[in-house]
Nanobody, 114 residues
Framework: QVQLVESGGGLVQAGGSLRLSCAAS????????MGWYRQAPGKQRELVAT???????NYTDSVKGRFTISRDIAKNTVCLQMDSLKPEDTAVYYC????????WGQGTQVTVSS
């Protein structure tokens, strides 16, 4: 199994930046893809960004040019650098890992004030 622990959420003003980190442990050699999802109140969980084992990245249109997903293989971590934050980015952000199963972190709150 894979375990994920997120950190780095918080409160920031619009236009500010936050950096989320996700530390993976367990059966990490079997992970094909890691990513970040978010869920705002009253909305469905949505994909934000993903990074494949070969380094390819994918972003949802609303965050392109503002968010950057990266990984540190040696530390088994995946980070999401969020710049130019907007109030509509407010949500609980979840780390995700895809292997033969799907693993989720516990979520971290990101609040962007206007």
């Amino acid at each position: 199994q894979v375990q994920l622990v997120e950190s780095g959420g918080g409160l920031v003003q619009a236009g500010g930046s936050l950096r989320l980190s996700c530390a993976a442990s367990g059966s990490i050699l079997y992970i094909n893809r890691m990513g970040w999802y978010r869920q705002a109140p009253g909305k469905q969980r949505e994909l934000v960004a993903t990074i494949m084992v070969d380094g390819r990245t994918n972003y949802t249109d609303s965050v392109k040019g503002r968010f950057t997903i990266s990984r540190d293989i040696a530390k088994n971590t995946v980070c999401l650098q969020m710049d130019s934050l907007k109030p509509e980015d407010t949500a609980v952000y979840y780390c995700n890992a895809e292997y033969i199963y799907t693993a989720w972190g516990q979520g971290t709150q990101v609040t962007v004030s206007s």
